[in-house]
């Protein structure tokens, strides 16, 4: 069974980069494209990117300026990092597999807090 | 970009009533890349239907997924308690978004 956790801070200042890595389990992160999407507190999902395991990426245009996700394949990790946080960018940050770049997602991680904020 | 509209915004029923959620798009969704999620509180998305009209792994029959172009819909056959909850529709193109949800909660 494929797991995936997303791990880093919860508290991020103003202005700074917003860093998270979601570590698989159970499956092969060179098999598979990995996403991030985000949900600000009680408001609809938010798509920001996906990558697949040779380093191609497809960002959400409204993020894209700010938006940069990498994978390490040795640790079977991907990350994403944000930058020039606002509190516009306080949310549950979720990664996730899918089988390709057109396929839905079809495994979750349990979802981490990030508040930006001073 | 495509934007993706559901109604209704709440939809208050009982157990066992059908629940029919609409999702729209402002363009035509290729090859109906819709998909549909379920997520309760305190808890990630789950997917449901992908491709329109296909059921995920392990999800009951209770559950179907129709639609093509710009207008989807999911049913709930009979809803059992554990189905109040809010569901996202997603069309994931070369551009993916969500749609704003609809709650689905106990009348």
């Known amino acids: 069974q494929v797991q995936l956790q997303e791990s880093g801070p919860g508290l991020v200042k103003p202005s700074e980069t917003l860093s998270l890595t979601c570590t698989v389990s159970g499956a092969s992160i060179s098999s598979y494209y990995?996403?991030?999407?985000?949900?600000?507190?009680?408001?609809?999902?938010?798509?920001?990117?996906?990558?697949?395991?040779?380093?191609?990426?497809?960002?959400?245009?409204?993020?894209?300026?700010?938006?940069t996700i990498s994978v390490d394949t040795s640790k079977n990790q991907f990350s994403l990092k944000l930058s020039s946080v606002t509190a516009a960018d306080t949310a549950v940050y979720y990664c996730a597999r899918q089988r390709g770049a057109t396929t839905a997602l079809m495994d979750w991680g349990q979802g981490t807090l990030v508040t930006v904020s001073s | 970009e495509i934007v993706l509209t559901q109604s209704p915004g709440t939809l208050s029923?009982?157990?066992?009533?059908?629940?029919?959620?609409?999702?729209?798009?402002?363009?035509?969704?290729?090859?109906?890349?819709?998909?549909?999620?379920q997520q309760k509180p305190g808890q990630a998305p789950g997917l449901l239907i992908y491709g329109a009209s296909s059921r995920?792994?392990?999800?009951?029959?209770?559950?179907?997924?129709?639609?093509s172009g710009t207008d989807f819909t999911l049913t709930i056959s009979?809803?059992?308690?554990?189905?109040?909850?809010?569901?996202?529709?997603?069309?994931?193109?070369s551009s993916p978004s969500f749609g704003p949800g609809t709650k689905v909660d106990i009348k």
């Open chain 2, 13 to 37: 029923l009982s157990p066992g009533e059908r629940a029919t959620l609409s999702c729209r798009a402002s363009q035509s969704v290729s090859s109906s890349y819709l998909a549909w999620y």
């Open chain 1, 34 to 67: 990995w996403s991030w999407i985000r949900q600000p507190p009680g408001k609809a999902l938010e798509w920001i990117g996906y990558i697949y395991y040779s380093g191609s990426t497809n960002y959400n245009p409204s993020l894209k300026s700010r938006v």
């Open chain 2, 78 to 93: 009979r809803l059992e308690p554990e189905d109040f909850a809010v569901y996202y529709c997603q069309q994931y193109g």
């Open chain 2, 56 to 67: 995920a792994t392990g999800i009951p029959d209770r559950f179907s997924g129709s639609g």
